[in-house]
């Protein structure tokens, strides 16, 4: 089902969602958490859509706001999805206009669920100090994807400097799989050290840097990364020890990862590459400060160098 209400205020959006509740019989019982998306222009649906699926597995009241552009006066539209068309959550779409477009965090504030963490995603643009927004101030978890901004690379770089316990970024998420990979694979000879470590794929993608960054900070040795000019994503990662190179590749397009070692055969893994609301699942699992990734972020990136 979905509500449009027109010219209308946080408190009169609350009224329609208890009212709502009481006519269909659903229930703000059991959700676990109130998640904030921040528009910032285009198509919001592909982030709603993320959202929706989550919420099967973190009930949620997901509030969106979609500022809209002019100058007239000050309004506030506002679109209640529940059902089937909100998944497992309650789904409010906030679109002011005019001077409301200034006070969004005063505009959520009746909509936040008491006594469960908020959290704010931002799926395209974000701001460079996320704890310092004014949303961001009130949410336990901010949660930004710089792989969708223009300059990436420097974005990450504003991240790092404006680290605040809290923060993440989908694009680390993106590197969970090959992490744990690369884990395993260290872990079965935990004894030799890794000397050096080299980080393929595509350089202009963030979860590039970041991987390579947890293992500079991880390893405590040199990371590189290497652009590969097929790749949209990671493609492959070397561990370079004394006794040897592992190999890990999974080419662009590929679910294999294929490991080959200077002894013994190849053996190989799968590992699609991830949809937008599996990494957004994975950040919702923990809501406390990730403190590997700032680790990463702030320690270990300053180490990575380009091939």
Known sequence: MIVTLQRTSSADVVGELVNLREEGGAAALGRVMTLVIISSGGDIEPALEAANQASREHPSRVVVIEPQE?????????????????????????????????????LITPLLLPDTPLVAWWPKDSPTDLAGDPLGRLAQRRISDVGEVSDPIGRLQALREHYAPGDTDLSWARTTLWRGLSAGVVEADPTTPITEVLVQGNTDRPSTHLLAAWFADRLQCAAQVEHDSDASVITGVELHRPTGVIRMRRPEGSGVVTIRTDSGPPRQVAMAKRPLQDSLMEDLRHLDPDEIYGRALVHGLSGVAVR
């Not at 007239?72 to 497992?88: K, N, Q, S, V, W």
């Not at 789904?91 to 005063?106: C, F, K």
Request: proline fraction near 5%; charged fraction near 30%; hydrophobic fraction near 40%.
């Open 70 to 106: 002019g100058d007239g006066e000050p309004r506030l539209d506002a679109e209640i999805r529940i059902g089937g068309d909100a998944g497992a959550a309650e789904v409010v779409i906030l679109r002011p206009l005019g001077a409301t477009r200034e006070s969004m965090d005063t």
